[in-house]
Antibody, heavy 121, light 108 residues
Framework: EVQLVESGGGLVKPGGSLRLSCAASGFTFSSYSMNWVRQAPGKGLEWVSSIGGSSRYIYYADSLKGRFTISRDNAKNSLYLQMNSLTAEDTAVYYC??????????????WGQGTMVTVSS | EVVLTQSPGTLSLSAGERATLSCRASQSVSSSYLAWYQQKPGQTPRLLIYGASSRATGIPDRFSGSGSGTDFTLTISRLEPEDFAVYYCQQYGALPYAFGQGTKLEIK
């Protein structure tokens, strides 16, 4: 079964850091571009970052201002998101999602269940 | 950057009716790299349509997508009770990738 499972969310104080993980299974992880998407409580979806299969291509939403770093470990079938200098505006459910097919860009066909990040003092 | 505007914000219809959801882009979407997702309360988004008009695996044929350039439409031919949800469009043809703000399809 193709599956993505996020972990690492929780409560963090403003200015703090958190590292999210996404464990992939059921497909050849290294072949697919992967993505992070977030959703603030009661709000819509917001694209955060994408990374190519070999990590050669990495993209971020401009609003992150260099605070987030996406990475992957293909040997461990895992995707990561390092988040620094967190503010209340980063409070959201963070989803990892897979590109539909093995090309440079595609829609996101497999999503994890999400992990909640709450930034509050 | 491409901004996607969905309309209407909320659509109230009854089961069996036809639903038409709109997604308008601020500039042309490259190669029709436009997707539609469905999200029910407390659930993960589900890919419905990619490439503007291709149904994703397992999606019923009552869902159809159309459009090109800057104007795209998701049509649900006959609403089933399970179709009432929030729908998002997304462009993935140019960075930054972007989602529309969503259309809530509610039971009338």
């Amino acid at each position: 079964e193709v599956q993505l499972v996020e972990s690492g969310g929780g409560l963090v104080k403003p200015g703090g850091s958190l590292r999210l993980s996404c464990a992939a299974s059921g497909f050849t992880f290294s072949s697919y571009s992967m993505n992070w998407v977030r959703q603030a409580p009661g709000k819509g979806l917001e694209w955060v970052s994408s990374i190519g299969g070999s990590s050669r291509y990495i993209y971020y939403a401009d609003s992150l201002k260099g605070r987030f770093t996406i990475s992957r470990d293909n040997a461990k079938n895992s995707l990561y998101l390092q988040m620094n200098s967190l503010t209340a505006e980063d409070t959201a459910v963070y989803y990892c999602a897979r590109d539909r097919i093995v090309v440079l860009t595609d829609a996101f066909d497999i999503w994890g269940q999400g992990t909640m990040v709450t930034v509050s003092s | 950057e491409v901004v996607l505007t969905q309309s209407p914000g909320t659509l109230s219809l009854s089961a069996g009716e036809r639903a038409t959801l709109s997604c308008r882009a601020s500039q042309s979407v490259s190669s029709s790299y436009l997707a539609w997702y469905q999200q029910k309360p407390g659930q993960t988004p589900r890919l419905l349509i990619y490439g503007a008009s291709s149904r994703a695996t397992g999606i019923p044929d009552r869902f159809s997508g159309s459009g090109s350039g800057t104007d795209f439409t998701l049509t649900i031919s006959r609403l089933e009770p399970e179709d009432f949800a929030v729908y998002y469009c997304q462009q993935y043809g140019a960075l930054p990738y972007a989602f529309g703000q969503g259309t809530k399809l509610e039971i009338k």
